[in-house]
Every structure is written in structure tokens, then in C-alpha cells.
């Protein structure tokens, strides 16, 4: 039953288009539970009748657009009542409806189930028999388990086709995402496939057929010698006979047969080698799968897996070739830091992710780039998105698939204007951040790309918060040496000369890995993560310390943060290595004390243990930062890159106020300072509440500079502590934000409340 179910999905995803889909489902059904009709009934949403949309058994010039009313019929029943039904003699049942000349007078047996899709049905499938024998309970149970697998294909097949249909919409096709980072994008569609799923896959062109060629040649190769490689590891422990398909498989893969059939598409109709291999594959599984042997038939299977072989080398690193459209919007089942960093920056103009929600590293890497994104868009068939004209509205989290003229004049409207007002943000703001009582608190910015610095604004704040190292990290194609870093480090300690600089040690692992260390694991989250991998790697851990404190020979306003820090031993064991390296340098290089400086280590408060080691931790430390991202993950034991808990993940919430009260306090009783570097910092609505917590300096993305300052201009420092009070009234981080909405309106900053903060 199972490989029935599996050759089934396999015929209808190899189909093309819409229609195609539908008469895949009915010929195939037919053929599995042998009955004489088979037919797919669609639910019109506007007025609730249904359309017959592929039949077999029927007489086919009779039922073309047969329609059943609403309300009409057994299958405006079973839609109704989204549950099957089946009777021995269809017609005898007081809703029949009949099909004039369909030839269904002939027809007894009935059995129908609905096609139900999140929770709506999308319509009914039904097949019948000549005969008054009963449809079984094992043809029933078949058919509602096929039914749920196919609704996803058929939602995600009816979308498809509006988005490729050739017409451009009188209504643009949108999509709501469950969160977003804010602006306005818009541009072309750039998809990037993740593993080897070739349906995944979206069908580019090419200018340079014969640069394919030549790479799909060599992926054919590498594909080849690992089916070698693997018939020679198996050759003692199978027969023959199975050795033989091994061969059978290396031939398939030879230019003579599936290569030359790829290449000819390639040079005729100018598709890349990835567009051309799905092609090509697809045509030979839907051939296979046609078949009437079972033998041949699960042949299918192998040619998918061979084309996925050949895809993975294809999608290597040095074998694609990348020519992104001049506004890209980066599209990915999952974005990841380092495909946004692999975009030129100037390119890149929008982003969305299938996965993931607005404190995945990619949303706070866009939010940081100022790009706006969309994270979390189940249902969206983004294969097809590729070079399809598309808006991202990051305000109110929807995406907008070939848009009508109209909202597209709309929308380049909105975004000249929204130019205008961070312009405007920009110059009026005063370059320092001064409450109205006279308390001047220090704003820093994160970054970590060399983008993130080329910023006017730059040089009004008072030093760097949060460098995350990794994202050099991963633009680089290995480790890079203690001399690269050194000048990476030293470009920004010179630009903030005078001002502190926190350059947080590698903190990979989580969502953020590098491509040549991958790192799998089952729940990366809560394993190798931050100081847990530079402490079991000192190599790469005293090499990045080592450029650190050579970058700031003659500078002195290093900042090191430790990320990940969930026991003390891990921080004695950081300290003790940071100690001897700088022991080893100023002996090395006869440095003196005062141009060889000792840098201020901090600690990124992140993981709750450590909230509740607070004390213990800042008598070790020069100061803290608080990880907010982090620590409202681990807090509410809520993966922040999973869409479907993303409702849970609060910032703004009674429990995280609590923890960053006794973090700020432990600080403050130690005298030392306590920063904040998570996305929170800049949170408008959260400023005044993160200052009178008692933490002294936010972090943030230098965009929300300007927005923090402004709250910070309209307050008194000697109110921080009643709203502080009335903010920790409240139970939960619904209330918190809409007194804190209210508290922004009454100071005429209502425009700061942003609804991609949670
Ligand atoms: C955090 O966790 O709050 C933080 C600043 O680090 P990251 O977002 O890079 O994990
Ligand atoms: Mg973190």
C-alpha cells in the first residue's frame, strides 16, 4: 500500500502545471483501486459550488465544465460536512445530483472524501464503479491518506499556476508572513534551493550555455565515481546481479544518455544545467512511473536519486554560477546568515524565508544590513518565485507576487517617502543622546559586516557593542589566518579610536555555521555552540584572541565578550587562555604596558544558568552584555527560528524584565557596566524600560539609532522608574506592550512603534 501511496505522489509532483497535476491523480487513482470513475472536484471559494476539473471514465466532450451548485449534490455534502462518504447505490441518495451525458447513469458505487488543506477544504475526490459492490474500508482508508497528501500538492499546484500564469493580474497574489523586519523591497525573485530536492529547484535561464556545459560535466564525472566508489565499498556484500545496476546506473550517467538528452536542452532552450538535469529527470521518473511492472516502476525512484547525486555536485560552491538580478530578493526555505552574506550588498534589496522568525540570525542581519524580510511564509510555492517581480512589505508582513500596476506605483510611492523620513530621522536627530533631565547614555552600534559601517551616523555614537565575528567568518572559504583578522580588527578599533570596541569571540554553531566546518546535529540550539566550540578548539580560539590583541597594539580600546557562557569553569578556562596569549605577545614583542593594553573581557549573559550565577559571573568580569535573543530562548524554551512557536518568543515580557533586573543589579552592586546587545536594545518602545532597569548601555543596529535617540530626547530619567513600576505591574507582554504604546503616544512618538519587535 505504502509504495502504491509513494508512486502515486511521485506522478503527481513530476507533473507540470495545474491541469496536468489533476489528470495525473485521476489516472493513477483508477489504476490503484481499480474503479471505473474517478473524478476531482474543486470548491469555487466566491460561491461555494464546485467544478469538475479532471475525470477519467466519464465521456469526456459531455463534462467539460460541469459545475455542481452550492449546496447541491453528494459533493457539496462531504464538503460541507468534511467527512467521506459511500454508499452502495450513488443516485439513490436524496442529494444526488447527476451529470447529464457524463455516462454516470451507469455508475452505482460511490465513494467521495474531501481534500482538506490547514484546515480548509479545497474539494472532493471521488471514485465509482459500475457495480452495487461497496467501495471497502481499505479502499476508504486509501483514499483519505492519499487525499491529505495530495491537498498540499494541489494548494500549492493552484498557486503556482496563478503566479505563472502569462496575464498579469488584475490582483497581485500575496502571501502573509508570521513576522517581518521592517521597510519596503522591491525587485526580482533569486531563489536559493536548499540540500538536493530537485522540485524544489526553480527553472533559471542562463547567458552562458557553454559555462553550464562544462559544469554540469564535471558534476556527471564526480556523480559517476561516486557510484564507483560505492559499487566497489558494496561489491563484497551484494549479489551479482545488484552489482549490475550499479553499472546500469554509471551508463545512465554517461554523456551518451542522460547527459546528452541535459545538454541539448541546455544549448536549445538556454536553461541552466540544474533547470535542464530537473527537466530531464522529471521526464524519465514520470516515463518510469508509468509503467506497469512494479520492477520498472521503482526504477523511478533511482533516476530521482541520481539526479539528486548530481545535483549536490552541481550546487557545490566552485560549480555554481551566480548572476544576481540587480535588486535581488533572496528567497530560501530557510534564509541563512550566510547566503545574505554571499548577495552583494548593494544588490540585495529584500528577503524571505519559508522558515525561521525575527530573531533568526538572518532577520537580525538583514534588520542590521536594513533590509527588510519576511520570515515565516508557509505555503508559499517559492520555486516559482524565481525572477517573478515581487514586493516585500516588511511594515505589515506581506508579500506581493506580481503585482498589479497600481500597487506597484503604490508601493514605490511609499518607499520614496519612507527614503524621506529616515533621511529626515537622520539629519534632524542631535548627534547626542541626552535625556531631558541631563543624563547622557551611551548607544553603540552591532555589526560585523564592513557594509554596517558605511554609515554618517557612525561617528555620533560611542563605540561598538556587539562585533559579531562570524559573518567574516563565513565570507571566507576557510579559517581565516591570525594576519587576516588582525586587519579586519584593527580597521575597527582605528574607526572608533577613544571609544570602546566589544568584538564578541567566535559564536557559531546554533543557526549560524561556517561551510567548511559544518557542524549536524539533532538540536543545535542546546549543543556545540559559542565558547562550547573555541574552548574544544583553542586553535581557533588563541588565533582570533591573538589578532584581537595585536589589532589593538598602540589602540587600547579592545572589548572581548564570551558568548554562550552557561557555567563558570567555562569562563575561568577562556580567562586563563586569554591571559597567557597576552603574556606570550608582550614578551614575544617586548611591548610596554601602556601601548600593549590589557582588553576589558565581558561576558554575554544568555543562557539562564548563568542569570542565576549572576554574582559569581560579574566579580570574574569588566562587564556584561546582556543576550536577549538568547536568553529569550533558552527562557521560554522557544527555538528562534521556528515559525510555529514564534507567538511564544517575547522580549517585552514580565519574565525577561526580571532577568535583565538581576542581571543590571548584579552589575551595578560589582560596579561594573552592563550592556545590552540583543535585538531589544533597539526596541523604541523598550528603551526607557531597559534604562531604568539599570543597564547602561544599549546595543543595536545603527538604523534604530536614531528611533532610541529620539525616545531618549522626550523622556526624564526621575520618570524611568514609575513607568519601570507600571511596566512591571502587568503579567503578560501583551499589556506590557500596549501600555508601553501609550506611554510613546502620550510623548507624540507613536510613529516608533514597531510591529516587527516582540
Ligand atoms: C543575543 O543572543 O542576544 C545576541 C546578541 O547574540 P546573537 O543574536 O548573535 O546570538
Ligand atoms: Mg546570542
New binding site residues.
Given amino acids: 500500500m505504502l509504495s502504491i501511496l509513494r508512486s502515486i505522489i511521485h506522478a503527481v509532483n513530476a507533473a507540470e502545471g495545474l491541469q496536468q497535476t489533476f489528470d495525473v491523480i485521476v489516472s493513477e487513482i483508477s489504476r490503484a483501486i481499480k474503479t471505473d470513475i474517478c473524478s476531482v472536484y474543486l470548491r469555487n471559494k466566491d460561491d461555494n459550488s464546485h467544478f469538475l476539473v479532471a475525470n477519467f471514465g466519464f465521456n469526456p466532450t459531455k463534462t467539460i465544465k460541469t459545475i455542481v451548485p452550492a449546496g447541491k449534490g453528494i459533493i457539496s455534502l462531504i464538503s460541507q460536512k468534511e467527512e467521506p462518504l459511500k454508499f452502495a447505490e450513488g443516485s439513490s441518495h436524496q442529494a444526488f445530483f447527476e451529470i447529464p451525458n457524463s455516462g454516470e447513469d451507469q455508475a452505482h458505487a460511490f465513494l467521495g472524501v474531501p481534500i482538506i488543506h490547514r484546515r480548509e477544504c479545497l474539494g472532493v475526490l471521488v471514485v465509482q464503479r459500475k457495480s452495487q459492490e461497496i467501495f471497502s474500508e481499505q479502499d476508504e482508508a486509501f483514499l483519505v491518506t492519499l487525499s491529505a497528501q495530495l491537498a498540499g500538492i494541489i494548494a500549492n499546484a493552484e498557486l503556482r499556476n496563478l503566479i505563472e500564469s502569462k496575464n498579469r493580474p488584475k490582483i497581485s497574489t500575496q502571501f502573509k508572513a508570521s513576522s517581518s523586519t521592517s521597510g519596503i523591497g522591491i525587485g526580482k525573485g533569486w531563489v536559493v534551493s536548499v540540500g538536493t530536492s530537485l522540485s524544489s529547484l526553480p527553472k533559471r535561464l542562463t547567458k552562458h550555455p557553454e559555462l553550464e556545459i562544462k559544469q554540469l560535466r564535471k558534476a556527471m564525472s564526480r556523480s559517476r565515481k561516486d557510484i564507483r566508489d560505492l559499487a566497489s565499498t558494496l561489491s563484497k556484500s551484494l549479489a551479482k546481479n545488484e552489482l549490475a545496476l550499479f553499472a546500469a546506473y554509471e551508463q545512465l550517467l554517461s554523456h551518451n544518455s542522460l547527459g546528452k538528452k541535459i545538454e541539448r536542452l541546455i544549448k536549445a532552450e538556454k536553461f541552466t544545467a540544474a533547470t535542464a538535469l530537473r527537466k530531464v529527470i522529471d521526464e524519465n521518473v514520470k516515463r518510469f512511473t508509468a509503467m506497469d511492472d512494479p520492477y520498472l516502476r521503482e526504477r523511478a525512484t533511482d533516476i530521482l536519486d541520481l539526479g539528486r547525486r548530481v545535483l549536490s555536485h552541481l550546487q557545490q560552491k566552485n560549480l555554481a554560477l551566480k548572476n544576481f538580478p540587480k535588486r535581488t530578493i533572496l528567497i530560501s526555505d530557510q534564509v541563512t546568515s550566510a547566503m545574505i552574506a554571499e548577495v552583494p550588498p548593494k544588490q540585495l534589496v529584500g528577503i524571505i524565508s519559508l522558515k525561521g522568525s525575527s530573531?533568526s540570525?538572518a532577520a537580525?542581519l538583514a534588520r542590521s544590513l536594513g533590509i527588510p524580510a519576511l520570515m515565516g511564509l508557509r505555503d508559499c510555492p517559492i520555486e516559482v518565485l524565481e525572477s517573478k517581480s515581487l514586493i516585500v512589505d516588511g511594515y505589515k508582513s506581506f508579500l506581493f507576487v506580481k503585482p498589479a500596476r497600481a500597487l506597484l506605483g503604490q508601493y514605490k510611492q511609499l518607499q520614496v517617502d519612507e527614503q524621506k523620513m529616515l533621511e529626515d530621522l537622520h539629519h534632524t536627530s542631535i548627534k547626542t543622546t541626552t535625556t531631558l533631565d541631563g543624563v547622557n547614555i551611551p548607544l553603540m552600534i552591532?555589526c560585523g559586516l564592513q557594509a554596517d559601517l558605511e554609515n554618517e551616523l557612525e561617528a555620533t555614537v560611542d563605540g561598538v557593542g556587539?562585533f559579531?565575528t562570524?559573518y567574516p567568518f563565513m565570507q571566507s572559504e576557510r579559517f581565516p589566518s591570525e594576519e587576516e583578522q588582525r586587519k579586519l580588527y584593527r580597521g575597527i578599533l582605528e574607526s572608533f579610536q577613544g571609544k570602546p570596541v566589544v568584538i564578541?569571540s567566535l559564536?557559531i554553531g546554533?543557526d549560524?555555521s561556517l561551510p567548511y566546518f559544518p557542524i549536524e546535529e539533532e538540536n543545535p540550539f542546546l549543543g556545540w555552540r559559542?565558547i562550547r566550540i573555541t574552548l574544544d578548539h583553542p586553535e581557533i580560539f588563541h588565533t582570533q584572541i591573538r589578532a584581537m590583541m595585536m589589532a589593538n597594539v598602540g589602540l587600547g580600546n579592545l572589548h572581548i565578550s564570551l558568548?554562550?557562557i552557561s557555567t563558570l569553569s567555562e569562563i575561568d578556562k577562556s580567562l586563563q587562555q586569554i591571559e597567557q596569549i597576552y603574556s606570550e605577545i608582550k614578551v614575544q614583542h617586548n611591548y610596554s604596558d601602556d601601548e600593549f593594553i590589557y582588553p576589558k573581557i565581558g561576558i554575554?549573559i544568555?543562557v539562564p544558568s548563568a542569570v542565576y550565577q549572576i554574582r559569581a559571573i560579574a566579580r570574574r568580569a569588566d562587564f556584561l552584555?546582556?543576550?536577549?535573543?538568547?536568553?529569550?530562548?533558552y527562557m521560554f524554551a522557544v527555538d528562534?527560528n521556528n515559525t510555529r512557536v514564534s507567538y511564544l518568543y517575547k522580549t517585552l515580557h514580565p519574565a525577561m524584565l526580571l532577568a535583565i533586573l538581576e542581571i543590571a543589579d548584579a552589575g551595578n552592586a560589582e560596579k561594573i557596566p552592563v550592556h545590552?546587545?540583543?535585538?531589544?536594545a533597539g526596541d523604541p518602545m523598550a528603551t526607557i524600560v531597559l534604562l531604568a532597569l539599570g543597564v547602561t548601555t544599549l546595543?543595536m543596529n545603527i538604523h534604530s539609532i536614531p528611533k532610541v535617540r529620539r525616545v531618549i530626547q522626550k523622556f526624564k530619567m526621575s520618570d524611568a522608574s514609575h513607568i519601570l513600576a507600571k511596566t512591571l505591574s502587568y503579567e503578560t507582554s501583551f499589556e506590557i506592550r500596549q501600555y508601553l504604546t501609550k506611554v510613546l503616544q502620550d510623548r507624540g512618538l507613536a510613529d516608533l512603534v514597531d510591529p516587527g519587535h516582540h
Fill in positions: 530573531s540570525h537580525i552591532n556587539l559579531r562570524e564578541r559564536d546554533g549560524k559559542g558568548p554562550m554575554v544568555e552584555t546582556i543576550g536577549s535573543n538568547d536568553l529569550t530562548q528562534r545590552i546587545c540583543g535585538e531589544i546595543s
